[in-house]
């Protein structure tokens, strides 16, 4: 019988204010894996440098992205959060994967379309990107990854790495699932719903922030693009209505089915809305409580890391050391 917990590992990118896409995607789920997993939660400042970033607010961003994880729920004594360039590894096991990778791969991943057809300068290190993430799993023999919808292709080349090392030279890594919610995995724009609800969309009541107060809150979700008709319903022809129903359900913990089935007989969406936004007020109400009370305390926050560093780190040089062996790296 296997005694070790299962792991799971996740990130998010240090890119500023958490929205409701990274909470109801993302942190919301993983705090209730805390104690039925061994959690490790980072923060991936490597990655956030594949655009151009100011390093005094990356810095800055990194710290505040600690206290929004706790504010979140992910309690620093129920699992280990930990920032990805204080570990010595990720970058080390990324290059010996990048020689196990085929470029085609790379250009197939549609967050490398996007992401390089909206900029004009593209670097390396935005293809190379899901194989630092790759490495990130990897590091630390991952058996989960839950996150949103837009990271499964990210997740399932990850898998077809460790395959792909596992049967080059020998059974070496887990391969990880990934874990990705029916609803919530996917939180669209309450502008324009057929986009994903994104930090850098430039309308901001598109975008809803895990620190917006109950005004902001009502305000916005009231102005949320819908259609013509009057029925609450999930359907891909009326993507404004489906994504309020999916953020109703996932904020709630219920199925879309029942989601459907409770507002069947509302004739308008006004007194939905309504709802949606007092179910959204009472679940950020903690979160921001404890972000109010933590976000200052940079101490605090420092030791959270650098206990997670020391946690890590261990783990990181053992994989390291079996990496090197297995691809004929002499030992030191
Ligand atoms: P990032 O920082 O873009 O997003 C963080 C998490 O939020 C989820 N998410 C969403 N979920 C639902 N609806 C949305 N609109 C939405 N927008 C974002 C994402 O799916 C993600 O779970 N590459 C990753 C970071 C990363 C990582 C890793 C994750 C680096 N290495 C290793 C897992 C494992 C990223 O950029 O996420």
């Known amino acids: 019988m296997e005694d070790r917990k299962k792991v799971v590992l996740t990130g998010m990118q240090p890119t500023g204010l ?8 993302a942190a919301n789920n993983w705090q209730k894996m ?4 061994a959690c ?12 151009p970033q100011v390093p005094a607010n990356l810095r800055d961003a990194t710290l505040n992205c600690v206290a929004q994880y706790i504010a979140c729920g992910l309690d620093p004594e129920r699992c280990t959060i930990f920032v990805q360039s204080h570990i010595i590894g990720h970058t080390e096991l990324a290059w010996i994967l990048s020689c196990l990778t085929p470029l085609g791969l790379l250009y197939r991943m549609h967050q490398f379309k996007d992401k390089s057809a909206k900029n004009e300068n593209i670097y390396s290190g935005l293809l190379y990107y899901p194989i630092l993430m790759a490495a990130d799993i990897l590091l630390y023999n991952a058996d989960l990854v839950p996150t949103g919808e837009d990271q499964r292709q990210h997740v399932e080349l990850v898998r077809d790495l460790a395959e792909k090392f596992n049967t080059t030279y020998s059974e070496t890594f887990t391969i ?4 990705i ?7 669209m724009s309450l502008k324009s719903p057929e986009h994903k609800m994104s930090k850098s969309d430039p309308d901001s009541n598109a975008t809803i922030y895990i620190t917006d107060d ?3 809150i009502q305000k916005k979700i009231a102005a949320a693009v819908t259609d013509s008709e009057s ?11 489906t994504n309020l129903l999916n953020i109703y359900c996932s904020a709630t913990g219920i199925a879309l089915a029942e989601g459907k089935e409770k507002f069947r007989t509302y004739a308008t969406y006004a007194p939905f809305k309504k709802e949606v936004a007092e179910v959204l007020i009472g679940l950020l109400e903690p979160v921001q409580e404890k972000y109010r009370t933590i976000k200052d305390d940079k101490k605090y926050l420092q030791s959270v890391i650098q206990r997670g560093a020391e946690t890590v780190q261990p783990i990181a040089n053992k994989t390291i050391a079996k990496v090197y062996r297995k691809v004929g790296f002499l030992d030191r």
């Open 18 to 25: 958490l929205h409701l896409g990274n909470f109801l995607g």
């Open 231 to 241: 029925s609450i319903s999930a359907d891909p022809t009326r993507p404004g209505i």
């Open 214 to 216: 109950s005004k902001m």
């Open 176 to 179: 990880p699932a990934p874990l």
């Open 181 to 187: 919610e029916k609803t919530g995995a996917r939180i």
């Open 40 to 51: 490790y939660f980072f923060i991936p400042n490597q990655h956030a440098i594949t655009v």
């Open 34 to 37: 805390l104690d039925r997993y």
